[in-house]
């Protein structure tokens, strides 16, 4: 089998993505699954669908444009700003948008009307991030421009936490945006659908004792894949932490226990220098490196340590002397880990197949459960 590669376990996805459906739901929330860091991969995020998902999330139109070329016909929804330059395809490839800019509100409804269509708003709402939002005060000022827009409908408000700052919502955030969604639909007689609490970052808080109020929905991308909260680290209950395994190939063991002294600018003179050190671990060296993912961000397996990566090389200390030239080696990933695998061109991505996802090879051979695409 290729490597590098990035083994998917699809059953795994599922059930993390059911899991945290249901712990939700009882909460009263509902779960847009977040593709972005899987680059759009559609048989993941049928997985996620399979889970109970109740539509999809992106950040970027190409990753929507595979969803959509792999036949998946759910909502999705634009979760960063579009661009203006993208507006045309937004309104063609996404119900809904998470909006900030006027401009930009304008230009989606111009296109909409193009196409004979209403393309969906939610206003996002600045609440410290300090990312993306428009400012609390200026909620009913927008949301009058929208209305006064055609081509477009406010389908409802969200926030953002923890992407920039690192800082969790806490339980006033959400109770001020439960506040705001009250206030417009008072102040213009309209109903939001949809009132989104934010990311993987809230989960501690939904999860918590306080109410949920007006929020209705999340935005969850590495809670569902990684089984993890994003700023505790903590293991989510019930969940798969290893939906993702990294692979790669050992290809040098053993040479570092004989050190030249690198500094001797004589070669002939520093070939005698060799000499060996007395060691109980091995340097390994594998073939994969910064290009392939984030060399930091992997969680090294037993017995070994993390010495250092280049673009192309990675460096481990392994307890373990018997590992061989052409052995493989397997990691777990952190999120920014596996969405540069995900992107990279060299990995390999190798699902392990749930027979209801699309596109996954139903075949009979004897990797029936495995399907490359
Ligand atoms: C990336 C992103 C998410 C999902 O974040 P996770 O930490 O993966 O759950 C949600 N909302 C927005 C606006 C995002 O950019």
């Not at 490597?3 to 795994?12: N, Q």
């Not at 970027?60 to 909502?75: D, W």
């Amino acid at each position: 089998m290729n490597s590098p590669r990035l083994e998917v376990d699809l059953r795994k996805i599922s059930h993390n993505t059911r899991t945290i459906v249901g712990r939700l739901q009882r909460r009263g929330i509902r779960v847009s699954a977040v593709t972005k860091a899987v680059c759009g991969h559609p048989a993941i995020a049928q997985a996620m669908l399979n889970g109970g998902a109740a539509g999809l999330a992106e950040a970027r139109l190409s990753n929507v444009k595979r969803l959509r070329r792999a036949g998946i016909t759910c909502p999705v929804t634009m979760i960063r700003t579009p661009m203006l330059s993208q507006v045309e395809e937004v309104v063609q490839l996404c119900e809904t948008s998470y909006n900030t800019e006027v401009s930009v509100i304008s230009a989606l409804g111009a296109a909409a009307l193009r196409h004979n269509k209403v393309h969906g708003i939610i206003l996002m709402i600045e609440m410290g991030d300090m990312r993306e939002g428009i400012l609390p005060q200026n909620t009913r000022h927008m949301v009058r421009r929208i209305m006064d827009t055609p081509g477009v409908a406010l389908k409802g408000i969200g926030a953002n936490f923890a992407c920039l700052n690192g800082i969790a919502p806490t339980d006033i955030n959400m109770r001020t945006l439960s506040f705001l969604a009250n206030d417009i639909e008072c102040q213009f007689r309209l109903l939001l659908q949809t009132v989104s609490g934010g990311n993987s970052a809230n989960l501690t808080w939904a999860f918590g004792p306080h109410a949920t109020g007006r929020i209705n929905d999340l935005r969850l991308g590495e809670a569902i894949l990684l089984g993890v909260d994003p700023i505790t680290g903590a293991h989510i209950d019930g969940t798969y932490r290893d939906a993702f395994t990294l692979v790669a190939e050992v290809i040098e063991t053993d040479a570092k226990s004989l050190r030249p002294l690198l500094r001797c600018a004589d070669q002939t003179i520093a070939k005698n220098l060799f000499f060996p050190v007395i060691s109980k671990t091995t340097r390994i060296v594998l073939a994969i490196g910064e290009q392939d993912t984030d060399a930091a961000g992997l969680s090294m397996p037993a017995n070994t340590k993390f010495v250092g990566a280049t673009s192309d090389h990675l460096i481990l200390e392994a307890k373990d002397v018997t590992l061989l030239t052409g052995s493989e080696i397997r990691f777990q990933l952190g999120y920014g880990a596996l969405m540069h695998a995900m992107a990279a061109p060299d990995v390999e991505t190798i699902l392990r197949s749930d027979r209801s996802a699309p596109n996954a090879h139903d075949a009979h051979g004897p990797d029936k459960h495995l399907a490359s695409v």
